[in-house]
């Protein structure tokens, strides 16, 4: 620590310079997560709401509620106590001359999906041309009494309340009776629903058919898992970058010290503190470039506009944070070798 | 008679094999007594480094044996001789001396990390500071200092410790003979006032008159020239 405090303290520039890297990478890294962790949940926030752990839709489906269409008699065998049929679609709705994406869920008001929705204001869609929709809409647009049109249904539907958490593959929640689901997607009325869910599991006999778990269907959500996969890489590549800039920034820097090092361990002074040192050194600077990429980060969340879904949650933060310490350190781990293998010999003579 | 602190057996140190094989000593026999400054004279790869280096317990050599205070140090530690280095040996060496990063008295703080007991008082320290002429040079940077106050700092950085030996390699390199005569007599002092050690290796004639035995060593082999 004598040291490595000094000697980042005499060499402002140099030590600059390698901070700002590291400020930039960690600012880097916690922004990249906010907004994988903010997509996937603008993805999942209505599927985490509801509480459910199977989902039953039709095979070709492909697990793609959208594209689910399940008869009426498929529904009454699934159906029991603890099940919930849903009709979900992806709609546009429109209000003047404003047209938005949003997806139609439609429920039936005696099931637990329905039962469960946490409303932040008003109550639940009592008659066949009432709709709750998520919070996340702009109220000045689709204030509460308004009426919007909903994919092809000609029925103008009256807004009656505000779910919390409504988004639904990135696109905000309508909820409404199930009945107007058909109506709203234009299928005939032999179908009776996309999906039914359940808070246990549910086993299928019907070849037609197919349960999907819980994670089996945020996973099969459009673009969902590309999405987790692509950022889940860049975070990781730049953790990597990370250390492979730190490891080349102590090395350059170890070098250049090596004569002086070299005398250092001709007077006896200890390996273990000269190790101590550059050990301690990383630590600082990749603690401090933590902190300052923390801090750029929460004033970035302020400054960016609510249309870019961005989540920060100090868990997630944390454990990146600590892989890139660990990383960091791994990255002393060759200077610290070059330390230890100076001969003092090497700078005696002439 | 003086006591014996240091001293050197049928020393012989080889580099390489075979047709490569370098004899950079051969055969030397030597001893270094408390209260002496002896002078090792000789030209440019006569061998001076090595046989200072095999004095430091640096290296060992390839044949003979090394004793300090008595006891053969040949065959110790790594880690034993960087203790030895550390509690019983001042080194003054041609160049980097200093941590370019710490200030003059920040140099011996260092020392003070990794030795916390039997270093300088607080009166010695300010008496070995103030023969150097280094008193208002404490909170500056090595950078700041011309070659001559680099040298004295590193002087009083080898006597921080209060080591019985102080080993020099060709201390006065980068001095003009004004300053030579002022580290010669410091030299001088150490070794007579404080009862020292003092090996100082070196092609500089004009540290002889400051010293009490003179060597004279050529191609490996010693001859004593008083
Ligand atoms: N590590 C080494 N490997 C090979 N040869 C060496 C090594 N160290 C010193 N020598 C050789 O030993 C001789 C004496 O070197 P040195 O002790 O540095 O002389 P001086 O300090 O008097 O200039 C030289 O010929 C030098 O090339
Ligand atoms: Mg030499």
Redesign the pocket.
Known sequence: MFLAIREIKKEKLRYGLILTVVVLISYLIFILSALALGLATANTAAVDSWQSKSFVMTKDANGNAGQSLLTTKQVDQLSDDKTATLGITPVNMKIGGKRESAQFVGMNNDEYIAKNLQLTKGHLPKAANEVVLADSVDKDIYGMGDKISIGLSDTKYKIVGYAKNATYNTAPVIYGALAQWRVIKGVSDQFQGSVVTSKTSQSVDDKALKTYSYQAFINKLPGYTPQKATFGLMIGFLIVISLIVITIFLYILTVQKLPNLAVLRAQGIPNRFLAQNTLFETFFIIATGIVVGAVLSALTEFGIPDSVPMAFDWGLMGLIAAGLMVTGLLGAIIPIRVISKIDP??V??? | MREEKLALEHVT?Q??QKT?L????EDVSLAFKAGEVSLII????????????ILGGL?TPTDGSVRLNGHDISDLSTKEAEKTRLEQIGFVLQAYNLVPYLTVADQFKLVDQVKPNNNLSQDGFDKIIETLGIQKLLNKYPGELSGGQQQRVAIARALYTDPAIILA??PTAALDTARVKEVGQLFANIAHDEEKAVVI?T?DDRLREFSDNVYK?VD?KLSNTD
């Open positions: 010999v090497s005696i003579g002439g | 140190k580099f390489g490569n370098v004899t950079a000593l000789g030209p440019s790869g006569s061998g001076k480094s090595t046989l200072l280096t290296q390699d060709e290796v092609h060593i490996g």
